[in-house]
T-cell receptor, first 115, second 114 residues
Framework: GDSVTQMEGPVTLSEEAFLTINCTYT??????LFWYVQYPGEGLQLLLK?????DKGSNKGFEATYRKETTSFHLEKGSVQVSDSAVYFC??????????????FGSGTRLLVRP | EPEVTQTPSHQVTQMGQEVILRCVPI?????FYWYRQILGQKVEFLVS????????KSEIFDDQFSVERPDGSNFTLKIRSTKLEDSAMYFC????????????FGPGTRLTVL
């Protein structure tokens, strides 16, 4: 079945460092891809999305490009801030004939940014 | 900006008791979902609901679970006889479906089964 694999955390960076969180997926068909962020004690917030190959999703300085040839959707940010400390989840939806559009999540990657 | 709301934020119950978790999805959304997250683990799909019926459910969603949209605005998840392993954060989400499939999540209900 469809699945998402994320790099294990925690990822610890200093403020203003470059961030990459790797995400690869397995899916039938052409899924939509998402990054969600979960701040401490809060729910899931949609960070960015991409719906077809070569699309680039971006928001709040974060970017991710839908790479069909490598089945990847890596999250990047050029300069992280302490406030970016959170757990980041890669997810996919709708890869096959699935009509419910359920989200399949990766295991999450905890990011800790130090001042 | 419209948002998904959930009540209660925290529910403590005894094993074997019934619980009902409540959600108010975003008003013009057509698809509704429940997910759960056991502490420190990944977010898992439970069930999706569209056009007043379940469209898909996971293996976790056994006969102890049920969902309802009783009045056109609320969306509920009932667990008939809770087990210790049902302790988790339960998230409600809603979305418009195709073409983008994005879903918006509520803040969650933390269920603790003693």
């Amino acid at each position: 079945g469809d699945s998402v694999t994320q790099m294990e955390g925690p990822v610890t960076l200093s403020e203003e460092a470059f961030l990459t969180i790797n995400c690869t997926y397995t899916a039938t068909g052409y899924p939509s891809l998402f990054w969600y962020v979960q701040y401490p004690g809060e729910g899931l917030q949609l960070l960015l999305k991409a719906t077809k190959a070569d699309d680039k999703g971006s928001n709040k300085g974060f970017e991710a490009t839908y790479r069909k040839e490598t089945t990847s959707f890596h999250l990047e940010k050029g300069s992280v801030q302490v406030s970016d400390s959170a757990v980041y989840f890669c997810a996919l939806s709708g890869g096959g004939m699935d009509s419910s559009y359920k989200l399949i999540f990766g295991s999450g990657t905890r990011l800790l940014v130090r001042p | 900006e419209p948002e998904v709301t959930q009540t209660p934020s925290h529910q403590v119950t005894q094993m074997g008791q019934e619980v009902i978790l409540r959600c108010v999805p975003i008003s013009n959304h057509l698809y509704f979902y429940w997910y759960r997250q056991i502490l420190g683990q990944k977010v898992e799909f439970l069930v999706s609901f569209y056009n007043n019926e379940i469209s898909e459910k996971s293996e976790i969603f056994d006969d102890q679970f049920s969902v309802e949209r009783p009045d056109g605005s609320n969306f509920t998840l009932k667990i008939r006889s809770t087990k210790l392993e049902d302790s988790a954060m339960y998230f409600c989400a809603s979305g418009r479906g195709a073409p983008y499939n994005e879903q918006f999540f509520g803040p969650g209900t933390r269920l603790t089964v003693l």
